[in-house]
């Protein structure tokens, strides 16, 4: 099966934009999903695979993709975007199988 | 309102076996391809076991297989998993989410399963 890569941690001041990275063979085919998860809570998708934003999501949230590689892009990050960030795909097996990456913690400072 | 509701973790031996329960409600659940997927204590998402909205076709984990089945009841929109021959790397938090084409757009608030003599 396929491996997807993240930072393990990122920061960013108050207001300013982050891009959290995610890599692996699969995003060559597949798009990736994003979901954040705060401490306690289940993850909530933020980001689909379709690059939509689901309801309530804030539009500050922004995906993207170039070759391996998969970001969610936080423009003008607030306190309460503080939290873990994981981007999914499908795998490269084809038989539908889901991958997560390790997780982003994004600290806003 | 939309909601996953999972019910069934507890404390269990090692060797021994447990059954997790998702209840769905406010979708068409028999629509929907469902997903556990799980977390051990501070560490990232793991998936676990898809299974397609027709109950036929599964997939599951390396890591569960030949452990752990996957089944629903769509009469009462409700997803399982059967976990046998339980280890202490199965300790995590189950959660069961919701499969569309873009990734998984519901979860559940999680049920802990913590496998220990």
């Known amino acids: 099966s396929s491996e997807l890569t993240q930072d393990p941690a990122v920061s960013v001041a108050l207001g300013q934009t982050v891009r959290i990275t995610c890599q692996g063979d699969?995003?060559?085919?597949?798009?990736a999903s994003w979901y954040q998860q705060k401490p306690g809570q289940a993850p909530v998708l933020v980001i689909s695979?379709?690059?939509n934003r689901p309801s309530g999501i804030p539009d500050r949230f922004s995906g993207s993709s170039s070759g391996n590689t998969a970001s969610l892009t936080i423009t003008g990050a607030q306190a309460e975007d503080e939290a873990d960030y994981y981007c999914?795909?499908?795998?490269?097996?084809?038989?539908?199988?889901?991958?997560f990456g390790g997780g982003t913690k994004l600290t806003v400072l | 309102q939309l909601q996953l509701v999972e019910s069934g973790g507890g404390v269990v031996q090692p060797g021994r076996s447990l059954r997790l329960s998702c209840t769905a409600s406010g979708f068409t659940f028999s629509t929907y391809g469902m997903d556990w997927v799980r977390q051990a204590p501070g560490k990232g998402l793991e998936w676990v076991a898809l299974?397609?909205?027709?109950?036929?076709?599964?997939f599951y984990a390396d890591s569960v297989k030949g452990r752990f089945t996957i089944s629903r009841d769509n009469s009462k929109n409700t997803l399982y998993l059967q976990m046998n021959s339980l280890r202490a790397e199965d300790t995590a938090v189950y959660y069961c989410a919701r499969d569309v084409d873009g990734g998984f757009d519901m979860w559940g608030q999680g049920t802990m399963v913590t496998v220990s003599s």
């Open positions: 999914n795909s499908r795998d490269t097996s084809g038989n539908r199988l889901w991958v």
């Open positions: 299974i397609w909205n027709d109950g036929i076709n599964k």
């Open positions: 695979a379709k690059n």
């Open positions: 699969s995003l060559r085919t597949y798009s």
